[in-house]
DNA sequence: ACTGCCGACATTTTT
DNA sequence: TGTCGGCAGT
């Protein structure tokens, strides 16, 4: 008798042959991840568990099940995160994991606007504007608003970002923000919504889009074309998103909509590390999912393969403390470890020389500095860590704070590629010419008047056209080369390179950063390329520097604990833990902003595999003085049984031949 | 008009 | 920390 075996629609995939031996590879509960089908999966995923893992394996079983690659949408927090997962996936099966179309929300909606935007009236020729440059247009309409309320405190230009965009990714009026979080500037609520129509008007009139516009338009975009809608739902036969924790309203809205003709959406994410309510991220949303898209299931990891269970159990122990009840309980199977510790020190300075020390002596343990990483609640507060690292000669890098795309120098090296790409681009024309020595705003905007057409006979005055002639031949190289990047940025680096001297004390290290920035521009086919993925895809604050000692050894991280979200080190020092810090000043009014400074505690905390140590200096210094600390109240909170605290002694001795050695106090 | 200098001020965290 | 606004000098 002959048989043949019907495929079912889904779920029968156990029995099929596939070239990676999933079952082998994965636990139950990732493997249940992995092969589940169709419809709509939420994965909660805790700190540690294989979430990664889970994606990219997933990524791999659908292209091995025949599924196209790019009918596979992957949506992650960052642009650097979807490469590596492609990539990994890629060695785990094949090529084809590559053509998978991954990147961040706003780079996908930047796509489709290009594409489709013309159906609700959008010059597909945009520019987008980063943060920095959001605020330079603020700053820009701000004016009139100003002079109108002289004699008052008007909300600064960063102020005026968080406010505006905090409305647009809440979805909620201006007067609301203001009430929630800028109680002070409340009386301003009229003007403040008259000039984010001015705001709204002045980007439409040069055609730029800025970060929330491409989520808001987007969805203005599918909701009201409903044939577009059906187009890109279509391509998206799979959809999986990193991170869902941290995803707010517009998103949520946003996925439902790029899903709308499959329905097939995997969110993977963990609530109990949601830490962008800042920007408008909602943690209930992940718990709003199984709901609001019918989920077939939540599968939940909790087996931890990072780290130590003692590690594991102080972490669990500062989840207890948050009023929200996170239902999780991590585990490993891992061998035991050491407590994490607490080290009090009694200033910054010895903190910083603790860790400085205690580096090296991991080093000299086999452990290389680029598996140790010092963690810390605001960009600032590695500031006396980075001067005793640089003295001592211990190279590091630095991720989060400050991008090097938004630090002035490099701005005014963009600006001159703006002007060419957008010539309306009256901002950038305006910082261009101002750098020019003997132009102030008023000549420029006199010489932008007289480009624009010379109206009404204003006459160009000799004087400055004279001092424009070098800039102009600059531009009309650009212009003439604009697919040649690299000779771009070097003949705008030769002509700003004086100017940057002049401008800067600090001129330098800027001049530095202009010289690498040619070999970062080096590879983008042409200039508007470069424009677009430097605002999509900023580059880390010392992802520059990181060139210079990559022929030494292997760089000590420090990060801020919101860039070290999803990585992980075999020793984690979490610096700063002084209540005011982590928790910030800033939240303990706020039950919620509070519980959001534990979860990122947290987060800090479930980054360690081996050792976790908790420091915090016990004098502060603050503008007029010094003043006494307290540890953060999170780890006051936490019983002595996990998490130990050490005995730092000075060595007395001046001329030992080892330096000061700090010691531990087993107690 | 433009430049330079001084003091005030604001400040989490990121696409 | 660096940026911004005001003021004085060229």
Same mark, same amino acid.
């Given at each position: 008798?002959?048989?043949?075996?019907?495929?079912?629609?889904?779920?029968?995939?156990?029995?099929?042959?596939?070239?990676?031996?999933?079952?082998?590879?994965?636990?139950?509960?990732?493997?249940? @991840?992995?092969?589940?089908?169709?419809?709509?999966?939420?994965?909660?995923?805790?700190?540690?568990?294989? %979430?990664?893992?889970?994606?990219?394996?997933?990524?791999?079983?659908?292209? *091995?099940?025949?599924?196209?690659?790019?009918?596979?949408?992957?949506?992650?927090?960052?642009?650097?995160? &979807?490469?590596?997962?492609?990539?990994?996936?890629?060695?785990?099966?094949?090529?084809?994991?590559?053509?998978?179309?991954?990147?961040?929300?706003?780079?996908?909606? &930047?796509?489709?606007?290009?594409?489709?935007?013309?159906?609700?009236?959008?010059?597909?020729?945009?520019?987008?504007?980063? @943060?920095?440059?959001?605020?330079? !247009?603020?700053?820009?309409?701000?004016?009139?608003?100003?002079?109108?309320?002289?004699?008052?405190? +008007?909300? *600064?230009?960063?102020?005026?970002? =968080?406010?505006?965009?905090?409305?647009?990714?809440?979805?909620?009026?201006?007067?609301?923000?203001?009430?929630?979080?800028?109680?002070?500037?409340?009386?301003?609520?009229?003007? $403040?919504?008259?000039?984010?129509?001015?705001?709204?008007?002045?980007?439409?009139?040069?055609?730029?889009?800025? +970060?929330?516009?491409?989520?808001?338009?987007?969805?203005?975009?599918?909701?009201? %074309?409903?044939?577009? %809608?059906?187009?890109?739902?279509?391509?998206? %036969?799979?959809?999986?998103?990193?991170?869902?924790?941290?995803?707010?309203?517009?998103?949520?809205?946003?996925?439902? $909509?790029?899903?709308?003709?499959?329905?097939?959406?995997?969110?993977?994410?963990?609530?109990?590390?949601?830490?962008?309510? +800042?920007?408008?991220?909602?943690?209930?949303?992940?718990?709003?999912?199984?709901?609001?898209?019918?989920?077939?299931? !939540?599968?939940?990891?909790?087996?931890?393969?990072?780290?130590?269970?003692?590690?594991?159990?102080? &972490?669990?122990?500062?989840?207890?403390?948050?009023?929200?009840?996170?239902?999780?309980?991590?585990?490993?199977?891992?061998?035991?470890?050491?407590?994490?510790?607490?080290?009090?020190?009694?200033?910054?300075?010895?903190? #910083?020389?603790?860790?400085?020390?205690?580096?090296?002596?991991?080093?000299?343990?086999?452990?290389?500095?680029?598996?140790?990483? !010092?963690?810390?609640?605001?960009?600032?507060?590695?500031?006396?860590?980075?001067?005793?690292?640089?003295?001592?000669?211990?190279?590091?890098?630095?991720?989060?704070?400050?991008?090097?795309?938004? @630090?002035?120098?490099?701005?005014?090296?963009?600006?001159?590629?703006?002007?060419?790409?957008?010539?309306?681009?009256?901002?950038?024309?305006?910082?261009?010419?101002?750098?020019?020595?003997?132009?102030?705003?008023?000549?420029? =905007?006199?010489?932008?008047?007289?480009?624009?057409?010379?109206?009404?006979? !204003?006459?160009?005055?000799?004087?400055?056209?004279?001092?424009?002639?070098?800039? #102009?031949?600059?531009?009309?190289?650009?212009?003439?080369?604009?697919?040649?990047?690299? &000779?771009?940025?070097?003949?705008?680096?030769?002509?700003?390179?004086?100017?940057?001297?002049?401008?800067?004390?600090?001129?330098?290290?800027?001049?530095?950063?202009?010289?690498?920035?040619?070999?970062?521009?080096?590879?983008?086919?042409?200039?508007?390329?470069?424009?677009?993925?430097?605002?999509?895809?900023?580059?880390?604050?010392?992802?520059?520097?990181?060139?210079?000692?990559?022929?030494?050894?292997?760089?000590?991280?420090?990060?801020?604990?919101?860039?070290?979200?999803?990585?992980?080190?075999?020793?984690? +020092?979490?610096?700063?833990?002084?209540?005011?810090?982590?928790?910030?000043?800033?939240?303990?009014?706020?039950?919620? @902003?509070? *519980? *959001?400074?534990?979860?990122? $505690?947290?987060?800090?905390?479930?980054?360690?595999?081996?050792?976790?140590?908790?420091?915090?200096?016990?004098?502060?210094?603050?503008?007029?003085?010094?003043?006494?600390?307290?540890?953060?109240?999170?780890?006051?909170?936490?019983?002595?049984?996990?998490?130990?605290?050490?005995?730092?002694?000075?060595?007395?001795?001046?001329?030992?031949?080892?330096?000061?050695?700090?010691?531990?106090?087993?107690?």
């Amino acid at each position: 008798m002959k048989t043949f075996v019907l495929k079912s629609e889904s779920g029968q995939n156990a029995s099929k042959n596939y070239q990676i031996k999933y079952a082998e590879l994965l636990n139950s509960a990732q493997y249940k @991840a992995v092969m589940a089908q169709n419809g709509a999966y939420l994965v909660i995923a805790g700190a540690g568990t294989g %979430k990664t893992r889970t994606l990219i394996y997933r990524l791999a079983r659908l292209i *091995e099940d025949g599924v196209h690659p790019q009918s596979i949408l992957l949506l992650t927090f960052t642009r650097r995160a &979807a490469k590596e997962m492609l990539d990994r996936a890629s060695t785990v099966l094949d090529e084809r994991c590559k053509r998978v179309r991954g990147g961040t929300f706003h780079q996908y909606c &930047a796509q489709i606007l290009r594409e489709h935007g013309g159906e609700i009236g959008i010059n597909p020729t945009f520019t987008i504007l980063d @943060a920095s440059d959001t605020q330079e !247009v603020l700053q820009h309409v701000r004016q009139t608003y100003k002079e109108k309320n002289k004699g008052q405190r +008007f909300p *600064e230009k960063s102020t005026l970002y =968080s406010i505006i965009s905090a409305a647009f990714n809440k979805q909620i009026p201006i007067s609301s923000v203001l009430q929630l979080t800028y109680p002070q500037f409340l009386h301003f609520a009229e003007d $403040l919504e008259k000039l984010k129509l001015d705001f709204i008007e002045y980007k439409e009139s040069q055609n730029m889009l800025d +970060f929330d516009d491409l989520l808001v338009l987007t969805k203005d975009l599918l909701q009201s %074309k409903e044939h577009i %809608k059906a187009q890109v739902g279509l391509k998206n %036969k799979y959809v999986m998103i990193d991170e869902y924790q941290d995803i707010n309203r517009l998103q949520a809205d946003l996925i439902k $909509l790029f899903s709308s003709v499959s329905g097939n959406v995997m969110a993977v994410g963990d609530d109990a590390q949601s830490i962008y309510a +800042f920007r408008g991220a909602d943690h209930s949303n992940i718990l709003r999912f199984p709901d609001e898209f019918g989920a077939k299931e !939540v599968i939940k990891l909790e087996q931890n393969f990072r780290s130590t269970q003692q590690i594991l159990d102080l &972490a669990n122990n500062l989840l207890l403390q948050a009023t929200n009840k996170y239902d999780k309980k991590l585990f490993t199977l891992r061998e035991e470890g050491d407590l994490p510790g607490l080290i009090k020190t009694s200033s910054e300075n010895e903190q #910083s020389d603790f860790i400085a020390q205690y580096v090296l002596h991991l080093r000299e343990q086999g452990i290389p500095l680029n598996d140790v990483a !010092v963690l810390f609640r605001n960009s600032r507060d590695s500031y006396d860590l980075e001067v005793d690292l640089a003295r001592k000669g211990i190279p590091y890098v630095k991720y989060g704070g400050q991008k090097i795309s938004e @630090a002035a120098h490099i701005k005014d090296v963009l600006a001159h590629i703006r002007v060419v790409v957008n010539p309306g681009d009256v901002i950038s024309w305006s910082r261009i010419l101002t750098l020019i020595e003997g132009i102030g705003p008023k000549s420029a =905007s006199e010489l932008m008047m007289w480009m624009r057409g010379a109206r009404d006979g !204003v006459s160009p005055s000799k004087n400055y056209l004279q001092k424009v002639g070098q800039l #102009s031949e600059l531009l009309a190289f650009i212009k003439e080369k604009s697919m040649d990047v690299s &000779a771009c940025v070097e003949a705008i680096k030769n002509y700003y390179e004086p100017i940057c001297r002049k401008k800067f004390d600090d001129s330098p290290k800027r001049v530095k950063d202009l010289e690498a920035f040619v070999t970062i521009a080096k590879p983008f086919l042409n200039i508007s390329q470069l424009l677009e993925d430097l605002t999509l895809d900023p580059i880390d604050g010392t992802a520059i520097d990181t060139e210079k000692t990559q022929n030494e050894e292997n760089p000590l991280v420090l990060s801020t604990i919101h860039s070290a979200k999803g990585l992980e080190w075999n020793t984690v +020092f979490i610096i700063q833990c002084v209540d005011g810090i982590i928790p910030s000043g800033y939240s303990v009014d706020s039950e919620d @902003a509070l *519980e *959001e400074e534990l979860r990122l $505690l947290y987060v800090a905390a479930t980054r360690a595999k081996d050792q976790l140590l908790f420091t915090y200096p016990i004098i502060k210094e603050n503008g007029f003085g010094e003043y006494f600390s307290n540890p953060s109240r999170f780890i006051q909170k936490v019983p002595v049984n996990l998490l130990e605290p050490w005995n730092l002694l000075r060595d007395a001795l001046p001329d030992e031949s080892s330096p000061d050695l700090l010691l531990k106090n087993e107690e």
